[in-house]
Antibody, heavy 121, light 109 residues
Framework: EVQVAESGGGLVQPGGSLRLSCAAS????????MTWVRQAPGKGLEWVST????????YYADSAKGRFTVSRDNSKNTLYLQMSGLRVDDSAVYHC??????????????WGQGTTVTVSS | SSELTQDPAVSVALGQTVRIVCQGD??????ASWYQQRPGQAPVLVVY???NRPPGIPDRFSGSRSGDTASLTITGPQAEDEADYYC????????????FGGGTKLTVL
């Protein structure tokens, strides 16, 4: 069964840090570009970061650049998101998702249920 | 523009046909993928690379593109198709960035 499961969310104070993990199984993890997508309460989906299948290339939304770091361990089929300098507006459900990227297309056919990050004092 | 614009809400009578549109400059040269999200659930890919369906997605879902607009058409929607739908494509204003549309809430009457 194809599955990804996020963990590591929780309550953190503004300025704090968290590390999210996403464990994958049931598909060839090392050919999938993996992405973090977040959704604030009552809001739409927001692209946060994508890492290439090899892990060599990583890309970030402006809202995440300089504060978040995405990485992956293909030997462990696991994706990570290290978040620092957290702000109240980073509060959201964070989903990991994955799929095959082409030059002009990216369909993410694997999604996790998400882990909740709450930034509050 | 880097944005993908969607109508906030659309309604359709059971069994009719509905088209959900997504507009943005990036769609002139890039394909959209479409995601269905039911309340409290994770998004599900329903169409990718303009008009391809993953296994298990009913053939009443189809995609198309014309100019700067991508469309998701549901032919004969069922009650279970009531959900939020998001388009997703490259953000051409930033190298290697991606962007979601604001989402369309589909109500099946």
């Amino acid at each position: 069964e194809v599955q990804v499961a996020e963990s590591g969310g929780g309550l953190v104070q503004p300025g704090g840090s968290l590390r999210l993990s996403c464990a994958a199984s049931g598909f060839t993890f090392n050919i999938y570009a993996m992405t973090w997508v977040r959704q604030a309460p009552g809001k739409g989906l927001e692209w946060v970061s994508t890492i290439s299948a090899s892990g060599v290339n990583a890309y970030y939304a402006d809202s995440a650049k300089g504060r978040f770091t995405v990485s992956r361990d293909n030997s462990k089929n696991t994706l990570y998101l290290q978040m620092s300098g957290l702000r109240v507006d980073d509060s959201a459900v964070y989903h990991c998702a994955g799929g095959v990227v082409t030059t002009n297309s990216y369909g993410m056919d694997v999604w996790g249920q998400g882990t909740t990050v709450t930034v509050s004092s | 523009s880097s944005e993908l614009t969607q109508d906030p809400a659309v309604s359709v009578a059971l069994g009719q046909t509905v088209r959900i549109v997504c507009q943005g400059d990036s769609l002139r040269t890039n394909y959209a993928s479409w995601y269905q999200q039911r309340p409290g659930q994770a998004p599900v890919l329903v169409v990718y690379h303009e008009n391809n369906r993953p296994p298990g997605i009913p053939d009443r879902f189809s995609g198309s593109r014309s100019g700067d607009t991508a469309s998701l058409t549901i032919t004969g929607p069922q009650a279970e198709d009531e959900a939020d739908y998001y388009c997703f494509s490259r953000d051409i204003s930033h190298d290697h960035h991606w962007v979601f549309g604001g989402g369309t809430k589909l109500t099946v009457l």
